[in-house]
């Protein structure tokens, strides 16, 4: 069966980055794309109008799409049609704007990404290619296992950096020179515990390169997301040890709005 992506837009020009990234992976992945318009529950939505417009503001790249056109509040309606449609991908742009396209922002990415059955792609540059090197950020928790396995499955061909971060207290500093080196040992042994209890096959352990940091999560995904050298970053939308706070309510604003790169929040399946 295809997979299924859900794209949610205004169908206006300035929500194209969403929907190239979307027409990108339909034709990457031989995917089935479902545009999905929401409008007021107190304005009946004119249907020939939305047709006309997208066909004027994607032309001939919206071939092949299913339009779907619901009522009420974007997040709650986004998750709803994701579940009746059975989607595998949720795709919404980034443009601040009060609409639609950033709707993710705030309070409102948690009813998102607690409802909807599938991963939510958060576009914001314009695709020029696939995506080419990931960054996943990780607790050692089933969900950032999770997160990884699902980047691997969407994203077959693109390399992956999982970056997990340690910290040592700086009372710990104090009473011994060796106590940083061992709690990094310990940081590597827990790394290889995570990695081998993945399973991955031989060409998918290929393309992840483990990484460990140390320090604070946020400050170094920043940091390494400010190089340059990442496409995507991934994360889980649960955690121990306070990472769900990185993931969900405000601070998962706060990540999305400083990235500069897209970001796909991938929740643990019930």
């Known amino acids: 069966m295809a997979m299924q992506i859900l794209v949610a837009t205004d169908l206006t020009a300035r929500a194209d980055?969403?929907?190239?990234?979307?027409k990108l992976l339909a034709d990457v992945r031989n995917a089935d794309r479902t545009l999905l318009y929401v409008g007021s529950p107190k304005t009946e939505v004119d249907i020939e109008k939305v047709e006309t417009l997208l066909r004027r503001n994607y032309g001939a790249d919206a071939e092949g799409c299913n339009l779907a056109i619901n009522y009420g509040k974007p997040p709650e309606v986004i998750a709803d049609t994701a579940s009746q449609l059975k989607s595998d991908l949720i795709i919404v742009g980034a443009a601040r704007h009060n609409n639609i396209s950033d709707f993710f922002l705030g309070t409102a990415v948690d009813h998102l990404v607690h409802h909807a059955p599938a991963p939510v792609l958060i576009v914001k540059e314009r695709p020029r290619a696939e995506y080419g090197r990931i960054l996943v950020a990780s607790d050692f928790s089933e969900f950032s296992a999770h997160a990884l396995r699902t980047a691997l499955e969407f994203f077959p061909d693109a390399k992956i950096d999982l970056v997990h971060a340690y910290h040592v207290a700086y009372e710990a500093w104090l009473k011994s020179d060796g106590v940083a080196d061992e709690m990094r040992s310990d940081a590597e042994k827990e790394l290889q515990?995570?990695?081998?209890?993945?399973?991955?096959?031989?060409?998918?352990?290929?393309?992840?390169?483990?990484?460990?940091?140390?320090?604070?999560?946020?400050?170094?995904?920043?940091?390494?997301?400010d190089s340059g050298d990442f496409d995507l970053l991934v994360l889980g939308t649960h955690g121990r040890s306070g990472f769900a706070m990185a993931t969900i309510g405000s601070r998962a604003s706060e990540m999305m709005g400083w990235s500069p790169v897209d970001v796909l929040m991938v929740r643990k399946p019930r």
Not at 17 to 22: G, I, L
Not at 210 to 215: A, F, I, Q, S
Not at 219 to 225: K, P
Request: without cysteine; hydrophobic residues 45%; charged residues 20%.
């Open 193 to 225: 515990a995570f990695m081998t209890g993945l399973n991955l096959s031989e060409s998918d352990a290929a393309r992840v390169t483990p990484r460990l940091v140390e320090g604070n999560l946020h400050q170094s995904i920043f940091n390494m997301l």
């Open 17 to 22: 980055r969403p929907f190239a990234r979307a």
